[in-house]
C-alpha cells in the first residue's frame, strides 16, 4: 500500500503527467467499452471492461473445445491445462502457491465456501462489521438458523475517516478486538469496504484474531486488481474474491484463496470429483485448493483472465496502477468535495477507487434536489452516457475510479453534476 502522502500532493492532469495520459489513450483503445461515443465509465466496482484480446479468447477457445472433440481425452488434457496455467498466474498475483487457490464462479460462492467449511457448534459466534455486504449477511442468518450461533457486529462505520496507516489502523483493529468473544470461532469483513471505499488493516487484523484462535474470512471484491497483495504476509485464512470487477475479466469466474496452515481443519461445503483423490472404496479428499472445487467448469473463461491480467501489466505494476487509482480518485473526491451540494462519504483522500458522495438536498437547487439517488443515477447513464452506480446503504452515489479512468472522465463528471445541481 503507498503512503498517504502520495496521495495528498496538489493533483492534477499535469502532476500524472500528460504524455502518460496520452499512453494511456492508447492503452484504453484495446478495450471496445472504452471506445464508444461518448460513454464515461464509473462502474469498475460493479464490473470492469474487458479488452478485445480477452473477449477474442472466449469464442476461440469454446471453438477449440469443440474441434478436439467434447469430452475427448484431447479435450479433457486442453482443460487441465488451462486449469493449472490458471491456477499458477492468479497464485503468481498473490505471491502465494497455486495449492493454496480454489477457482470458483465469484465472490459469493468463495465467501460461502469459507462461512460453512467451519465445524460450526451451537453456541458458537462469528462476527461481521456493520458495512458488510448484504449478501454476506443473509448468508450468516443461514448459519444462525441452521447451527445455532450468534452473530455479532462491530461498528466499523464510526470509522469511515479512518487510515488503513498508522494510529488509525490500530484504532480499527483494536475496535474488532474489542467485540470479540470467547465463543467467536470467527470474523468475516471486507477488505475494502464496498460502499465507502474504506481500507481496512488487514494484516493488523489477521494478527490480532490468529493470537485469539479466530479465524478471518475477507470479501475481497473490491481489493483484487487495487491493491498490491501479498497474501501469505498478510495470513488471513480465506481471502474470495471475483475476475470480472478491478481486474477486467470474465464473468463467471472468482476464486478462493485458503491458508494453507487450515487446510485439514476445514470440510468440502460441495462434493465433486475434483476434490477427491481418487482413492476408493472411502472418499479421500485433497489437501489442496481443490479439496474445494466441485466439477466441471467453463474452461474457456481461464484464459481471458490471464489475457486481462498481462494487458494490465502492459500499463505498469500493481504498486504503479495503485498509486494512479489514489491519484485519480484524490482528483474527482476533491472536485466532488468542492461542490457545495456534495457531501463525500468519507472526509479523507481516499485509499482505493471508490468514492462514495450524497446530494445534499438543502443545499441543492437544481433538479437533482428532488430526485433519489438511483433516479440521479439513471438519469446520468440515459441524458449524458455517464455509468455511475447508486447504493441503498448508505443512500448514496459510488464512482469506481480505475487506472483506466481518464483526467477527461472526471472532468466530464464533474461538469455534469455541475450543470444538474
Known sequence: MISSAVCSESLDAGNLGRDR?????????????????????????????????SLESIAKNFQHIEALGCFSNAAGEWMMGEYDATKAAIAREFQVSPTTITLTENTTVGCNIALWAVDWQQGDRLLLSDCEHPGIVASAVQLQK???????????????????????????????????????????????????????????????????????????????????????????????????KWWCA???????????????????????WRGLTGKTPIPQWRQ???????????????????????????????????????????????????????????????????????????????????????????QLESEHQVLIRALPDPDCLRASVHYLTSISDIEHLIAILETMG
Not at 471506445?35 to 464515461?40: E, L, Q, S, T
Not at 489475457?307 to 480518485?329: P, V
Request: hydrophobic letters at 45%; aromatic letters at 10%; glycine letters at 8%.
Open 21 to 53: 495520459e496520452k499512453d494511456l489513450f492508447a492503452h484504453r483503445s484495446h478495450f471496445p467499452a472504452l471506445g464508444v461515443a461518448n460513454r464515461f465509465y464509473f462502474n469498475y466496482g460493479g464490473q470492469g471492461v474487458m479488452c478485445g484480446k
Open 288 to 378: 489442496d485448493g481443490a479439496k474445494f472445487e466441485v466439477a466441471s467448469s467453463t474452461y474457456a473463461l481461464y484464459e481471458a483472465l490471464r489475457i486481462a491480467l498481462a494487458e494490465a501489466d502492459s500499463w505498469g505494476t500493481q504498486q504503479q496502477r495503485y498509486e494512479r487509482i489514489c491519484q485519480l480518485s484524490e482528483i474527482l473526491w476533491r472536485r466532488l468535495d468542492a461542490l457545495p451540494y456534495i457531501d463525500c462519504m468519507r472526509q479523507l483522500p481516499p485509499e482505493s477507487g471508490l468514492i462514495s458522495f450524497k446530494v445534499n438536498r438543502e443545499l441543492a437547487k437544481g433538479a437533482i434536489a428532488q430526485k433519489p439517488h438511483a433516479l440521479i443515477a439513471k
Open 250 to 272: 470474465p464473468l463467471g469466474l472468482g476464486a478462493l484463496y485458503i491458508r494453507p496452515e487450515i487446510f485439514g481443519a476445514i470440510e468440502p461445503v460441495f462434493v465433486g
Open 146 to 244: 441452521r447451527f445455532g450461533i450468534a452473530i455479532d457486529y462491530f461498528p466499523l462505520s464510526n470509522t469511515r475517516n479512518a487510515s488503513a496507516e498508522g494510529q488509525d489502523s490500530t484504532a480499527v483493529v483494536e475496535l474488532l478486538v474489542q467485540h470479540l468473544q470467547p465463543q467467536t470461532r470467527m470474523v468475516m469483513l471486507s477488505h475494502i469496504c464496498w460502499n465507502t471505499g474504506q481500507v481496512l488493516p488487514l494484516k493488523g487484523i489477521a494478527q490480532a484474531c490468529h493470537d485469539r484462535q479466530v479465524l478471518v474470512a475477507v470479501d475481497a471484491a473490491q481489493s483484487v486488481g487495487v491493491l498490491p497483495l501479498n497474501l501469505a504476509d498478510i495470513a488471513a485464512d480465506f481471502y474470495a474474491f471475483t475476475t470480472h
